[in-house]
Nanobody
Framework: QVQLVESGGGLVQAGESLRLSCAVS????????MGWHRQIIGKPRELVAE???????NYASSVRGRFTISRDYAKNAVYLQMNSLNHEDAAVYYC???????????????WGRGTPVNVSS
């Protein structure tokens, strides 16, 4: 069974940085796209950044230039370096991945349980 586990969230002051990590485990044949989303209570979950299997990255306009997504293919992990955090970045951050398991030829979309990021003034 595939699991995604996020870590690295916490409370920071405005202007500071955080690095989120997401480790994928289970019977994995291949991981395609990986990404980070965030959600504020009462609002839809939104894509923050995604990184394709070829390494190409896409970002939401609100974080472009401040956030950097990266992945470690050997460790089946994805990271989000967040710099110059502000109050609008406070949310629960979720890791996602498109994964083909060894037991199935099809690709499924998986989510982590989320890690909270809070930004104080």
């Amino acid at each position: 069974q595939v699991q995604l586990v996020e870590s690295g969230g916490g409370l920071v002051q405005a202007g500071e940085s955080l690095r989120l990590s997401c480790a994928v485990s289970g019977s994995i044949f291949r991981i395609d796209n990986m990404g980070w989303h965030r959600q504020i209570i009462g609002k839809p979950r939104e894509l923050v950044a995604e990184i394709l299997h070829n390494g190409h990255a896409n970002y939401a306009s609100s974080v472009r230039g401040r956030f950097t997504i990266s992945r470690d293919y050997a460790k089946n992990a994805v990271y989000l370096q967040m710099n110059s955090l502000n109050h609008e970045d406070a949310a629960v951050y979720y890791c996602s991945a498109a994964i083909a398991e060894t037991s199935s030829p099809s690709v499924g979309f998986y989510w982590g349980r989320g890690t909270p990021v809070n930004v104080s003034s």
